[in-house]
């Protein structure tokens, strides 16, 4: 169960209520922070790439760019107007020029919009400051772009949104398109395991979330990893949960579930609760590492280079 004691929330039999964080002053914010950095830094991607001759029908390949790529000898059934009389005037040989055409990457960004991840204002900000950004990188790296998300209750039928103007509104009415006094509906690790089979064939995944579920990270991983061109998990969280100034008598609430639990916090309450946090987040870097997929962990406090880019240039996330 989430426990976190330090927001103010109501609770009322299973039902909880909590209050919107996201709001159009904080997408423009968010959007400017993102635009300032855009600029500086890219996305680890590989493009993709295949060999034609001189002659293939290019324009069906849309959001490809070609370059000569090499000469090869003319085998009996090419077409002969595809030899390069130059090359046959410099090497008294008979070539073919081929090609190589890159395809626009694709990348795939899954947004868990659970309560956990929004009702903090600085961890909401956080998570909008990296969705400008990383749609920013792809506008610029001009991949093909879908997000796809599920709402603080849990639904993920949602159609993909994209990028562009349209992007802030797009995000306030996918927030706030469900009532806030329902339970989520199932664990978040499973719903995210449920969208994976939304991923395209070779796509560069994202994942947004705060990881905060009991799901096995490799069952999760290993869902997002199957024929992708790379897996980044970015986990955003904050201090107020890693480490929770609690003391003395307290109800808990479980932000998504409504839960509570009333207990007596003591020192070793908040020791117990520090090892479990660390021993989670220390079995998700292993599972990442032992299955080549990115962890970035992104504090909500403090400026976003000292807490994203600094760190994700560091460890490979981003490049310079």
Wanted: aromatic share 10%; net charge neutral.
């Amino acid at each position: 169960m989430r426990l976190v004691a330090s927001f103010k929330k109501k609770f009322s039999g299973n039902q909880i209520t909590v209050a919107k964080t996201v709001t159009e002053d904080m997408l423009v914010l968010a959007q400017k922070t993102a635009q300032a950095f855009s600029s500086l830094v890219s996305l680890p991607l590989t493009k993709k790439s295949s060999l034609l001759q001189v002659g293939d029908n290019y324009s069906e390949r849309s959001g490809s760019s070609l370059e000569f790529h090499d000469y090869r000898e003319y085998s009996p059934g090419d077409d002969p107007s595809r030899i390069d009389w130059r090359a046959f005037a410099r090497t008294d040989r008979y070539l073919l020029k081929t090609f190589q055409t890159e395809t626009s990457p694709r990348i795939d960004i899954f947004l868990d919009f659970s309560r956990s991840m929004l009702f903090h204002p600085g961890k909401a900000l956080r998570l909008m400051e990296l969705v400008f950004l990383l749609t920013e990188l792809a506008e610029n790296d001009s991949a093909s772009l879908k997000i796809h998300y599920f709402d603080q209750i849990g639904n993920q039928d949602k159609p993909p949104l994209s990028g562009g103007r349209d992007l802030p509104l797009a995000i306030l009415q996918a927030i706030n398109s469900e009532p806030l006094t329902s339970p989520l509906s199932r664990d978040t690790g499973q719903i995210l395991q449920d969208m994976a089979i939304k991923c395209r064939a070779g796509s560069y995944r994202i994942v947004i979330s705060d990881l905060l579920f009991l799901s096995d990270p490799q069952v999760l991983i290993d869902s997002f990893q199957a024929g992708s061109g790379g897996l980044l998990l970015i986990a955003p969280y904050s201090k107020t949960e890693s480490n929770p100034d609690w003391s003395g008598q307290m109800k808990l609430i479980d932000c998504e579930s409504g839960r509570n639990r009333e207990i007596d916090v003591t020192a070793e309450v908040n020791q117990r609760y520090s090892d479990a946090w660390c021993r989670h987040f220390a079995n998700w870097q292993e599972t990442c590492n032992s299955r080549r997929a990115i962890l970035q962990r992104v504090c909500a406090e403090g400026n976003f280079a000292d807490s994203f880019i600094y760190p994700a240039v560091k460890s490979g996330c981003l490049l310079l």
